[in-house]
């Protein structure tokens, strides 16, 4: 399956009239997974020729602003370009701890209510992902004054031993999280396609030779 990759902001800290916040987007198939969602996400994925409906997939790479601000209105204006299907896939959400509580309370709070499922897979960060006086336990969050209809999802956590989280797996590929060090907790992704098996005709292999 081809893959290719739209870098739809690259700024840092703000976007600029012509260069918008962190974001790219990794086309495989005929799904769009999105890689961090700055400000200027939308305007940038409306001037590419990328469809914005086809995201099933978004990556939070760590919760500083200009790498995921953007996220509440996309989500909106996705939902304001679909059509209710109860038999939708979710869209699915993966970031740090903290990030479903930041989602579903600026929905609520904006009284937006999404047409499509989504789920929120959190990451739980070390202590070592960041300078000591940065680190917060968001474990807190959510467990009370949540919607009871809030979005599902996995949280994720290291094993013994781990040196990643696995996020998903299938036929093709191996999708990974791994930690980076940062100002605040971080992580990158990692798609690993699995070798595939090559066609060789033997006979007429022979036949040449």
Same mark, same amino acid.
């Given at each position: 399956?081809?893959?290719?990759?739209?870098?739809?902001?690259?700024?840092?800290?703000?976007?600029?009239?012509?260069?918008?916040?962190?974001?790219?987007?990794?086309?495989?198939?005929?799904?769009?997974?999105?890689?961090?969602?700055?400000?200027?996400?939308?305007?940038?994925?409306?001037?590419?020729?990328?469809?914005?409906?086809?995201?099933?997939?978004?990556?939070?790479?760590?919760?500083?602003?200009?790498?995921?601000?953007?996220?509440?209105?996309?989500?909106?204006?996705?939902?304001?370009?679909?059509?209710?299907?109860?038999n939708k896939p #979710?869209?699915?959400?993966? @970031?740090?701890?903290? %990030? !479903?509580?930041?989602?579903?309370? *600026?929905?609520? &709070?904006?009284?937006?209510?999404?047409?499509?499922?989504?789920?929120?897979?959190?990451?739980?960060?070390?202590?070592?992902?960041?300078p000591a006086e940065?680190?917060?336990?968001?474990?807190?969050?959510?467990?009370?004054?949540? #919607?009871?209809?809030?979005? @599902?999802?996995?949280? %994720? !956590?290291?094993?013994?031993?781990? *040196?990643?989280? &696995?996020?998903?797996?299938?036929?093709?590929?191996?999708?990974?999280?791994?930690?980076?060090?940062?100002?605040?907790?971080?992580?990158?992704?990692?798609?690993?396609?699995?070798?595939?098996?090559?066609?060789?005709?033997?006979?007429?292999?022979?036949?040449? @030779?």
């Open positions: 399956m081809s893959m290719d990759i739209t870098f739809l902001g690259t700024g840092s800290a703000y976007p600029s009239p012509c260069r918008g916040a962190s974001a790219l987007v990794l086309r495989r198939g005929g799904d769009c997974w999105l890689f961090d969602c700055g400000e200027g996400t939308q305007t940038q994925l409306m001037k590419s020729p990328l469809r914005a409906g086809r995201i099933t997939k978004i990556f939070i790479t760590h919760l500083h602003g200009d790498h995921f601000f953007g996220l509440p209105g996309l989500l909106c204006t996705l939902s304001l370009q679909s059509n209710p299907d109860p #979710p869209v699915d959400i993966y @970031g740090p701890l903290g %990030l !479903r509580d930041f989602i579903w309370r *600026s929905l609520e &709070l904006s009284h937006s209510q999404l047409l499509f499922p989504y789920a929120v897979h959190e990451l739980v960060p070390t202590p070592d992902q960041c940065e680190f917060r336990d968001f474990s807190c969050l959510g467990r009370d004054g949540g #919607p009871a209809g809030g979005p @599902g999802g996995r949280t %994720l !956590r290291l094993g013994p031993g781990e *040196s990643s989280y &696995l996020l998903e797996e299938d036929e093709q590929l191996v999708l990974r999280a791994f930690r980076l060090f940062h100002r605040v907790p971080s992580f990158g992704f990692v798609l690993e396609e699995k070798p595939r098996p090559g066609r060789l005709n033997v006979h007429k292999l022979k036949d040449l @030779g």
